[in-house]
C-alpha cells in the first residue's frame, strides 16, 4: 500500500508532499519534498492507494447560497448580520463545527480566512485528479492538527523557523510512537520543515482512511459532507496503523 500527504499552500514554494510506503512490519517515508506545484503533485500521487490533503474540500452551504444572492441582487433583507452568531454560518462548515465541539482543534474558516486561497487551488487539484466523491473518494481532506491531539501529541506551536525545536521535539514523540515509522534520509528535513513534517502526518491520515478508521459525517450529516467536504479524524491509536 502507498499513501500520500499532501501539505497544500496557496503557492508551490509552501507545499509539501510525503510519500509513504507501507509493508508488514513497518512503514517507509520513500519521498518527502517542499515546492511541489500541481504537475508534481499529479505525479506524485500516481499509483498510491490513498491521498490526503491538508486543505478544506468546499465551502458552506450556507456562504455559497448567500454570495450567489448576493451577486444576483437578490438577498432578502432582515439577516442581522451586525450579530456575529448569525455570520456563523457562513464561515463554518459541518465537519468544521464537529471537529470544534470534539475538541480537536479549531479548523479556519474557507470563507473567512485566508486559507480560502488554498482551497481555491484544491477544487482545482480535485479537478484535475477526478476526485468527485468528497468524503470517501481516493483523496480525503486531512487537519494535522485533529490528528496529532487525537494521537496524544503536540498540535501547536511548532510551526515557523522560530518554533524549530519544538518541531524537532515532535518528531522525537513521533517516533517513540510510532517506531515502525521509518524517515530514513528524510528525518532532518521533518525537524527543519513544518510543512514537510505535515504532510507526514497527511500521509499517516491517508491510511487511517483507507483503513476505515476515521470519523466519517452521521447519516443526517452526509449530504451536506458531500457539498462542503469531510475531515477525516483518525479515530484509532497510531499502532493501528501499522497492524491495518
Keep these: 500500500m502507498r499513501t500520500v500527504g499532501v501539505d497544500l499552500s496557496a503557492s508551490p514554494d509552501k507545499t509539501a508532499i510525503a510519500v509513504l510506503e507501507w509493508f508488514d512490519d513497518r512503514a517507509e517515508v520513500v519521498e518527502l519534498g517542499v515546492g511541489c506545484d500541481d504537475a508534481a503533485i499529479r505525479h506524485l500521487v500516481d499509483g498510491a492507494t490513498r491521498v ?20 444576483r441582487g437578490g438577498l432578502p ?8 452568531s448569525r455570520r456563523r454560518p457562513l464561515a463554518l462548515r459541518r465537519t468544521d463545527l464537529w471537529v470544534a465541539e470534539s475538541g480537536l482543534g479549531r479548523p479556519l474558516s474557507v470563507s473567512a480566512d485566508q486559507i480560502a486561497h488554498v482551497a481555491f487551488r484544491c477544487a482545482g487539484l480535485l479537478a484535475d485528479l477526478g476526485v468527485e466523491n468528497r468524503v470517501d473518494g481516493w483523496a480525503v481532506e486531512a487537519y494535522p492538527a485533529g490528528a496529532l491531539k487525537r494521537w ?34 528524510h528525518d532532518g528535513l521533518m525537524r527543519t520543515d513544518d510543512d514537510a513534517f505535515d504532510a507526514v502526518i497527511t500521509a499517516l491520515i491517508a491510511r487511517a482512511a483507507e483503513l476505515g478508521l476515521t470519523t466519517r459525517p452521521s447519516a443526517d450529516d452526509l449530504a451536506v459532507a458531500l457539498r462542503e467536504g469531510w475531515i477525516h479524524v483518525p479515530e484509532c491509536a497510531l499502532d493501528s496503523l501499522a497492524c491495518g
Design 52 to 71: 490526503g490533503i491538508d486543505s478544506p474540500f468546499g465551502w458552506p452551504d450556507d456562504f455559497v447560497e448567500f454570495v450567489v444572492a448576493h451577486h
Design 77 to 84: 433583507g432582515g439577516r442581522g448580520l451586525d450579530e456575529i
Design 152 to 185: 496524544g501529541l503536540t498540535s501547536r506551536g511548532y510551526k515557523r523557523s522560530a518554533n524549530r525545536s519544538v518541531l524537532a521535539e515532535l518528531v522525537d514523540a513521533l517516533c517513540s510512537a510510532a517506531p515502525w515509522l521509518v524517515l530514513g534520509r
